[in-house]
């Protein structure tokens, strides 16, 4: 697990949930938009479906709560591992 992320919040975790990301799981971190900062769980996801991205709920996009927002792998830097999803907008 990267350093970094210990005690970052998790999408969609819920009251009680453990604070930040949990040993053994994977995730992606969501850059950009409004879910920016949060750390995505994508345990259990095939690699088609990672490379695929994500249209997540969000109450704080541009269409309010039930919009969604459209996350996308980032493209990986020299040194990056890939493991980041960047927003591409909003959608009701």
């Known amino acids: 697990m990267d350093a970094a992320w210990v005690g970052r919040r998790v999408y969609g975790s819920e009251p009680g949930d453990p604070v930040g990301p949990v040993e053994g799981h994977a995730y992606v971190q969501l850059l950009g938009g409004p879910l920016d900062g949060l750390l995505l769980d994508v345990t259990g996801w095939t690699p088609r479906q990672v490379e695929g991205g994500a249209l997540l709920m969000s109450d704080h996009g ?31």
């Open 62 to 92: 541009v269409y309010g709560p039930g919009g969604r927002s459209d996350y996308e792998p980032a493209e990986p830097d020299a040194g990056g591992d890939g493991g980041r999803y960047v927003w591409r907008g909003d959608s009701p």
